[in-house]
């Protein structure tokens, strides 16, 4: 019955393909979001090939500029994330000023400068350059903000990831009062669903007409 499961592994393939896609367009509209795109390749076994399918590269392409003027939120240009203190990293630069002068991210966690958190003055107004330096309109220079090329990079939901980090890369750049919108083609993932479904309907179809006729033929076997 190989016939069955060459037909099972295609129709898991679609199936994990599908779920990608439905994240895309889930989080069209999430700060930050990095598109992810399943991977396939085809396997041997016994004689017979097989669908596999994994997580494969997230689009490192930029999202689209939405500028507010709000001096907190800052926006990425390049393939880099922002620090953050618990060890994560995210795209997402919606960030505010906690009860203390930290900046933080929307979920309250510090923002790294340099190998700690930013901290303001109360009152204080913060201008931040393209290479990610800060200075504060009493403190003066207060360093430059962690970012980060990751490798291995891994969503962790929430907008976070994780990823062994590096260097800055190059041509990355911040833009201050503005932030990243997700990079996902909305049109284009409604698309991908669709020929997804197809395919997914395809394989569970194969799999059907290979049970009859396994059955017909035990029938006669049995006869």
């Known amino acids: 019955m190989k016939d069955i499961y060459i037909a099972l592994s295609g129709a898991t393939a679609a199936w994990n393909q599908l779920s990608g896609i439905a994240n895309n367009v889930a989080n069209a509209r999430t700060q ?46 390049g393939d880099g994330f922002f620090a953050l203190q618990d060890g ?58 962690d970012i980060v090329s990751l490798t291995g990079p891994a969503p962790l939901g929430g907008n976070r990831w994780a990823g062994s980090a590096g260097e800055t890369p190059e041509g990355t750049s911040v833009v201050q009062g503005a932030l990243e919108g997700s990079n996902v083609d909305a049109m284009r993932g409604m698309v991908e669903m669709m020929e997804a479904s197809r395919f997914f309907e395809a ?13 017909r033929l035990n029938r006669i076997g049995g006869s």
């Not at 076994?45 to 997230?58: R, V």
């Open 88 to 145: 994560t990293y995210t795209r997402d630069g919606s960030f505010q000023l906690d009860a203390e002068g930290t900046l933080v991210s929307g979920d309250g966690v510090p923002v790294m400068v340099e190998g700690g958190p930013l901290q303001l003055q109360p009152g204080e107004t913060l201008a931040v350059g393209p290479d990610g330096t800060v200075k504060g309109s009493r403190s003066g220079d207060l360093g430059k903000i």
């Open 32 to 77: 930050g979001y990095r598109e992810g795109r399943a991977t396939f390749a085809l396997a041997e076994d016994g004689g017979g090939h097989y669908a596999q399918s994994g997580q494969g590269a997230y689009s490192t392409a930029d999202g689209a500029l939405e500028n507010d003027g709000i001096d907190t939120h800052l926006a990425l240009r």
């Open 203 to 215: 394989q569970q179809k194969a799999i059907q007409a290979s049970d009859e006729l396994h059955q």
